[in-house]
């Protein structure tokens, strides 16, 4: 399978009878029993972001002895003007802190969208130099790693398989951490959207072309649905409100959010930002994953009143306002 390949077969969806064989959604497998475990810590500086790290870890019972991690930052591109990527001092304490609970190993992971050159945005960010800090970190390029056929659980494409890389489906434990960002086709780009770049460029295209065809919020669940990710860490200090995910303004919400399930993440993320989680398109097609609803989330650390604030969103996103929450 290459990049023209899947070009090609993205083609042929276009056709009526090819189209009717698929786009239907069967029931997603659920990934986790019980209430789903989510933690907002305060944290308002990068520089000193370890102590919370450590701390939101234990809060959601997160378990790594000897076991090979993999953390997913969503990187982008740069702008030393704009909240982009995932914060690299809060990369490098992650990783920190998952060494000293025990960790076999931890490999930073992604396939950005927008950027070829991997490591030219790794330099200008400055994550190669917190990477480097820690000498058991390794960083892999997705766009360009081996890859193998898998075939996709929520059937909300027309796909009939995905080629995923390697050191995704080899680790242990695969760690989302998004930035809390506003999407302006999304509508919000968290946990489930950062796994776009688990899918190679060199197959799918920049940005991701073929995914953008097939509908990003189709997409979005395809890919949540068979890439199993067992916990997040949101970057939520700094986040981007507005024409995300590239050109809005920042917004300092000051906190981190942990937890053992993507969707809970998400909805906590949602609410964090004065969005109703169910309003979210990708996000209902996804609940069945986890636990969407408040009642299904035990919540730990900070309380959402006393940390949610009201991110601007593009016109045509207004719909998703959390009515309840104003």
């Known amino acids: ?61 997160c378990f790594v002895r000897s076991k090979r991690i993999l953390l997913k930052p969503n990187l982008v591109e740069y702008s030393p003007m704009a909240p982009i990527n995932t914060n690299p001092f809060l990369i490098a304490a992650v990783a920190d802190a998952l060494f000293s609970a025990g960790a076999a190993s931890v ?4 396939g950005p969208g927008h ?28 766009n360009f790693d081996p890859i193998r056929r898998v075939a996709p659980a929520a059937r909300t494409t027309s796909l009939d398989e995905l080629w995923l890389p390697e050191s995704i489906l080899q680790a ?35 940005p991701k072309n073929v995914l953008h065809w097939e509908g990003i919020d189709n997409s979005i669940v395809e890919i949540a649905a068979t ?32 937890a053992n399930d993507p969707i809970a993440a998400d909805a906590t993320c949602c609410r964090l930002m004065g969005i109703d989680p169910s309003k979210v398109k990708h996000l209902e ?22 940390t949610r604030q009201h991110f601007a969103l593009m016109p045509e996103f207004t719909g998703l306002r959390d009515q309840d929450a104003l």
């Open 285 to 306: 097609m996804a609940a069945p994953l986890g636990n969407l609803h408040a009642p299904r989330i035990e919540q730990r650390g900070e309380s959402l009143a006393v």
């Open 172 to 206: 242990d434990v695969v760690i989302s951490m998004p930035k809390l960002k506003t999407h302006h086709w999304a509508g919000v780009t968290l946990s489930l959207k950062n796994l776009f770049g688990v899918v190679p460029g060199s197959v799918y295209g920049w």
């Open 1 to 61: 399978m290459n990049r023209r390949s899947a070009v090609q077969l993205t083609a042929l969806a276009g056709t009526a009878g090819f189209a009717a064989k698929f786009f239907w959604r069967p029931g997603l497998q659920r990934r986790i029993s019980g209430r789903s475990k989510v933690a907002i810590l305060r944290c308002t500086d990068y520089l000193d972001c370890l102590p919370a790290v450590r701390d939101g870890l234990r809060l959601i019972d």
């Open 107 to 110: 490999t930073v992971a992604d």
């Open 115 to 142: 950027i070829r050159d991997t490591e030219m945005l790794l330099d200008e960010s400055g994550l190669a130099e917190h990477l480097r800090s820690i000498n058991r970190v390794n960083f892999v390029d997705l």
């Open 227 to 258: 890439v199993p990710v067992h916990y997040v860490i949101a970057d939520g200090i700094i986040g981007m409100e507005g024409n995300g995910p590239l050109h809005g303004p920042a917004r300092h919400l000051g906190c981190l959010v942990f």
